[in-house]
């Protein structure tokens, strides 16, 4: 069982009293990986949605927001941390019975995992068959410290057992105090840019200040600034990533692993036995490790191992998006797997007579299937499955960061490193502070310019402000395509990810032709909110309404 490294991870502390209650619903009080037990889902859920946009932990923001408002008098003398002999007992009856691995579909665990670096929350977010909560940049503000005294981000062990270890900490915590030096500058330079329109409350509207400014600084703050993310997945799909994480290049993966195994092992010990089993879990992690390295060694001798030299340069706000690969009968085979379940011929029959249409007929049958989208969330079947789109994309890494979390896509990407420049908001040079956050991102280039002599590229990229590109492929059919680039144009979006989904959009429109697919999509937005005004502020209204409606009426 892996022990948790207390000068690693900041450990809080709790009263006896809060001890008492939170036992009962989480599987450790000390570690930065725990999950809950004993709960309502609707409670856990409630809990991982208000995690995202809290700076506290869960365990802390369960005591502060949300015990007052259950009734936890039936738990006295529950412990989470016991564990459950008897039901593992139960459930090996059951599988060797059965022998059905698909038994550990069945059933889910809610996961929280803290303190972990934005490297690796990458690798956590991997699997298509979990459920993802991750705290975000644009809601928290990461100028405060951590109850230990330290900044949130991740000390890798190896880095400051070597002689750069001293200079880690020192560049990293600049990295954080220029951060927290800019933040109110901004803060102050937008609220005087917008000001407060009437009929707003003064608290929409300063939610709306401090994420646009949150938005124009979250790329000063370095790769390795740690998250917490809430996990819901099943037993099958921790398995999966457990033996991935185990096998990968990332030494702070490989250590979180054992973390997760440790806890998961309290409430699903059967789900995860094989995980550290020789000729199980162990060989497929080896070789998953073995392949990995193999392919990296005939990388290195097909393109070079040198990488690109960074310099630092400032490469603007547009992201590049290429569409690189797909079908050009693609709206033929759209239209033909439209109407295939509503006839009762062969798809030959059906793509023939599809192809022998003129263009106003299949316009009509795609009509009639898209129907009336009164908002993004009516989306039309599975048809547009049919076709996809290859992606060949460079922006910044916080916006990577959240494109990258969309399960039903296709995403790889390559080593995080200063080499192919960063993005400077124009609110940076509108408020006449583009001098430090151009120092900061000199800061972070020299550093991974040092660590990368010395150590893995993961672990290099520790020191690599959000601001600095990253290339990645995104590949996704027509169907996810509609979701994804609808979501993520909408006004309330991040500026970057905003214009690498309109980019996609009109690529999919210009350069491969599908006007048609193009148009279904037809809650894409291409407009720029990003010098008109607070791309906030229209979510913050809503919110606003909805705190209204909820409020109880005084006679």
Same mark, same amino acid.
């Not at 529950?78 to 059933?107: H, M, N, P, W």
């Not at 490469?315 to 033909?336: C, S």
């Not at 979701?483 to 980019?503: A, D, I, K, N, W």
């Not at 309404?545 to 109880?552: E, G, I, T, V």
């Given at each position: 069982?892996?022990?948790?490294?207390?000068?690693?991870?900041?450990?809080?502390?709790?009263?006896?009293?809060?001890?008492?209650?939170?036992?009962?619903?989480?599987?450790?009080?000390?570690?930065?990986?725990?999950?809950?037990?004993?709960?309502?889902?609707?409670?856990?859920?409630?809990?991982?949605?208000?995690?995202?946009?809290?700076?506290?932990?869960?365990?802390?923001?369960?005591?502060?927001?949300?015990?007052?408002?259950?009734?936890?008098?039936? $738990?006295?003398? !529950?412990?989470?941390?016991?564990?459950? =002999? *008897?039901?593992?007992?139960?459930? %090996?009856?059951? #599988?060797?019975? &059965?022998?059905?691995?698909?038994?550990?579909?069945?059933?889910?665990?809610?996961?929280?995992?803290?303190?972990?670096?934005?490297?690796?929350?990458?690798?956590?977010?991997?699997?298509?068959?979990?459920?993802?909560?991750?705290?975000?940049?644009?809601?928290?503000?990461?100028?405060?410290?951590?109850?230990?005294?330290?900044?949130?981000?991740?000390? $890798?062990?190896? !880095?400051?057992?070597?002689?750069?270890? =001293? *200079?880690?900490?020192?560049?990293? %915590?600049?990295? #954080?105090?220029? &951060?927290?030096?800019?933040?109110?500058?901004?803060?102050?330079?937008?609220?005087?840019?917008?000001?407060?329109?009437?009929?707003?409350?003064?608290?929409?509207?300063?939610?709306?200040?401090?994420?646009?400014?949150?938005?124009?600084?979250?790329?000063?703050?370095?790769?390795?600034?740690?998250?917490?993310?809430?996990?819901?997945?099943?037993?099958?799909?921790?398995?999966?990533?457990?033996?991935?994480?185990? =096998?990968?290049?990332?030494?702070?993966?490989?250590?979180?692993?054992?973390?997760?195994?440790?806890?998961?092992?309290?409430?699903?010990?059967?789900?995860?036995?094989?995980?550290?089993?020789g000729d199980r879990g162990v060989a497929h992690s080896d070789y998953?490790?073995?392949?990995?390295?193999?392919?990296?060694?005939?990388?290195?001798?097909?393109?070079?191992?040198?990488?690109?030299?960074?310099?630092?340069?400032?490469?603007?706000?547009?992201?590049?998006?290429?569409?690189?690969?797909?079908?050009?009968?693609?709206?033929?085979?759209?239209?033909?797997?439209?109407?295939?379940?509503?006839t009762d011929r062969s798809e030959a029959v059906v793509d023939a007579?599809?192809?022998?249409?003129?263009?106003?007929?299949?316009?009509?049958?795609?009509?009639?299937?898209?129907?009336?989208?009164?908002?993004?969330?009516?989306?039309?079947?599975?048809?547009?499955?049919?076709?996809?789109?290859?992606?060949?994309?460079?922006?910044?890494?916080?916006?990577?960061?959240?494109?990258?979390?969309?399960?039903?896509?296709?995403?790889?990407?390559?080593?995080?490193?200063?080499?192919?420049?960063?993005?400077?908001?124009?609110?940076?040079?509108?408020?006449?502070?583009?001098?430090?956050?151009?120092?900061?991102?000199?800061?972070?280039?020299?550093?991974?310019?040092?660590?990368?002599?010395?150590?893995?590229?993961?672990?290099?990229?520790?020191?690599?402000?959000?601001?600095?590109?990253?290339?990645?492929?995104?590949?996704?059919?027509?169907?996810?395509?509609?979701?994804?680039?609808?979501?993520?144009?909408?006004?309330?979006?991040?500026?970057?990810?905003?214009?690498?989904?309109?980019?996609?959009?009109?690529?999919?429109?210009?350069?491969?032709?599908?006007?048609?697919?193009?148009?279904?999509?037809?809650?894409?937005?291409?407009?720029?909110?990003?010098?008109?005004?607070?791309?906030?502020?229209?979510?913050?209204?809503?919110?606003?309404?909805?705190?209204?409606?909820?409020?109880?009426?005084?006679?």
């Open positions: 069982m892996a022990s948790v490294d207390h000068g690693m991870y900041a450990v809080e502390e709790w009263t006896d009293e809060e001890a008492d209650i939170l036992r009962r619903y989480f599987t450790n009080l000390e570690g930065p990986v725990f999950a809950l037990v004993n709960l309502p889902e609707v409670v856990k859920g409630a809990l991982f949605a208000r995690y995202s946009r809290s700076a506290k932990s869960l365990r802390r923001l369960f005591l502060d927001e949300f015990v007052g408002d259950l009734d936890i008098s039936g $738990d006295l003398g !529950i412990d989470a941390t016991v564990g459950l =002999a *008897r039901a593992e007992q139960l459930y %090996d009856k059951i #599988f060797f019975e &059965y022998g059905d691995d698909s038994v550990a579909q069945l059933g889910g665990v809610h996961l929280a995992c803290e303190q972990a670096s934005n490297v690796l929350t990458k690798v956590l977010e991997w699997g298509r068959l979990m459920s993802y909560m991750e705290k975000s940049t644009r809601y928290v503000a990461y100028d405060s410290r951590l109850s230990n005294g330290r900044y949130r981000y991740y000390r $890798d062990a190896e !880095i400051l057992d070597s002689p750069l270890g =001293a *200079r880690y900490v020192g560049d990293m %915590d600049r990295l #954080f105090d220029a &951060y927290g030096e800019l933040l109110p500058v901004l803060q102050s330079h937008l609220a005087g840019q917008y000001p407060k329109a009437a009929g707003d409350s003064d608290l929409a509207w300063r939610q709306s200040v401090r994420a646009k400014a949150f938005d124009a600084l979250r790329g000063m703050l370095p790769a390795g600034a740690t998250s917490n993310l809430g996990i819901y997945a099943s037993g099958q799909a921790y398995e999966a990533l457990l033996i991935r994480m185990r =096998a990968h290049a990332l030494p702070e993966a490989r250590s979180y692993a054992d973390l997760m195994l440790d806890e998961l092992r309290k409430v699903i010990p059967s789900w995860v036995k094989r995980v550290d089993v998953l490790e073995a392949t990995q390295g193999a392919m990296k060694d005939l990388a290195d001798e097909l393109f070079g191992p040198e990488a690109l030299a960074p310099d630092g340069a400032v490469v603007g706000g547009v992201p590049e998006v290429d569409l690189i690969d797909w079908d050009p009968d693609a709206e033929v085979k759209v239209v033909a797997a439209m109407l295939y379940p509503f007579r599809v192809a022998s249409m003129t263009v106003d007929e299949r316009v009509e049958v795609v009509r009639r299937y898209v129907g009336e989208r009164r908002n993004r969330r009516h989306r039309p079947g599975r048809a547009l499955e049919r076709c996809g789109y290859r992606f060949d994309v460079i922006s910044d890494y916080g916006a990577f960061r959240d494109l990258q979390r969309h399960r039903l896509l296709t995403v790889e990407w390559q080593d995080l490193t200063p080499a192919h420049g960063y993005t400077q908001p124009a609110a940076v040079a509108d408020a006449g502070v583009q001098g430090p956050y151009a120092a900061a991102m000199d800061r972070s280039a020299a550093l991974w310019g040092a660590l990368s002599e010395r150590f893995r590229p993961a672990q290099a990229a520790y020191a690599v402000a959000l601001a600095f590109r990253i290339r990645y492929a995104m590949q996704f059919n027509a169907r996810e395509a509609m979701h994804l680039l609808e979501l993520r144009t909408s006004p309330q979006g991040h500026p970057e990810y905003r214009q690498v989904c309109q980019q996609m959009h009109r690529l999919i429109a210009e350069k491969a032709g599908h006007r048609t697919i193009a148009a279904m999509m037809s809650h894409v937005d291409d407009a720029d909110y990003g010098s008109v005004g607070l791309e906030r502020l229209a979510g913050e209204r809503r919110a606003e309404a909805r705190r209204a409606a909820r409020a109880p009426t005084l006679s």
